[in-house]
């Protein structure tokens, strides 16, 4: 089952159930065409985390796997869990896990590209939710040791007031040289800027200020943080969006039919 509460839509926000039921559908598309997984949608009209623990755990004895989908953070840290720990089936936030595995995938081919060691390089990711703080962890675990997380107020770092529980402990593991300010201050010299939030969210000036041979991935969904052809023209050398209809596609599709293929054919 691919399972939504509708709370965060691909980068269009919170548009309940009504809204995330094309795009669960098109997700079980997905599962079918390229893993011949069998999957259905399941919208929820409720977006209290207790009652979609609970009627996930009340169909579960008839589903081989459950993808979470388009859950707003922290809530979905916390429905992740909790199902992972009390069913004893396949239970993934796609959002988080999909696509931090196909940014870090990217990132291993985009730094070949341009001669960048993969382990040196420097990388802002724009977006704290659940997509920013799933690609920040997984980059850390694959070598890169710089990396900073920007959301609407600026850098997380130690001591910057107002980070809820799951911010806080982010900008504890994140942010080495301990970067102030806003997304200006927080790409100066990077190598790497990951969008994971919303259209304008980067602009040609964020671009400029980025080491020579920028790699830009501007992941949200349908409209990037930044276009193409307007990240090329500020310098970037290698640019991904998560859009199908341009080149470099980086987008959780990419990952999470073969992810559930194998825990099927494996009965993990």
């Known amino acids: 089952a691919v399972v939504s509460d509708g709370s965060a839509v691909l980068g269009l926000g919170n548009l309940g159930p009504l809204g995330a039921l094309p795009v669960m559908e098109g997700k079980c598309a997905i599962f079918k065409e390229m893993a011949n997984v069998d999957a259905f949608p399941i919208v929820l009209d409720t977006q209290d985390p207790e009652e979609v623990i609970r009627v996930v755990k009340a169909i579960a004895p008839g589903l081989g796997g459950i993808n979470l989908e388009d859950i707003s953070a922290p809530n979905c840290f916390y429905i992740e869990n909790r199902l992972k720990a009390e069913l004893s089936i396949p239970v993934m936030h796609d959002d988080q896990h999909g696509t931090a595995i196909v940014v870090t995938a990217g990132l291993i081919n985009a730094a070949k590209v341009v001669k960048k ?112 052809t307007d990240a090329k023209r500020a310098g970037a050398s290698v640019v991904a969006t998560g859009r199908s209809d341009f080149p470099n596609q980086v987008n959780n599709s990419l990952a999470f039919p073969g992810i559930f293929r194998g825990a099927l054919d494996n009965a993990v």
């Open 117 to 228: 060691k993969f382990e040196t390089l420097k990388v802002v990711i724009v977006g704290a939710g659940a997509a920013g703080r799933a690609i920040a962890l997984l980059l850390m675990k694959a070598g890169i040791t710089d990396v900073i997380v920007t959301d609407s107020k600026g850098t997380l770092v130690v001591g910057r007031q107002a980070l809820d529980g799951y911010k806080r402990e982010l900008a504890q593991m994140t942010n080495p040289r301990k970067v102030e300010g806003d997304l200006m201050q927080a790409v100066e010299g990077a190598d790497v800027i990951v969008g994971v939030s919303g259209p304008g969210s980067i602009a040609p000036a964020h671009i400029e200020k980025m080491a020579s041979q920028g790699v830009v991935f501007a992941l949200a969904n349908p409209i990037p943080e930044i276009m193409p």
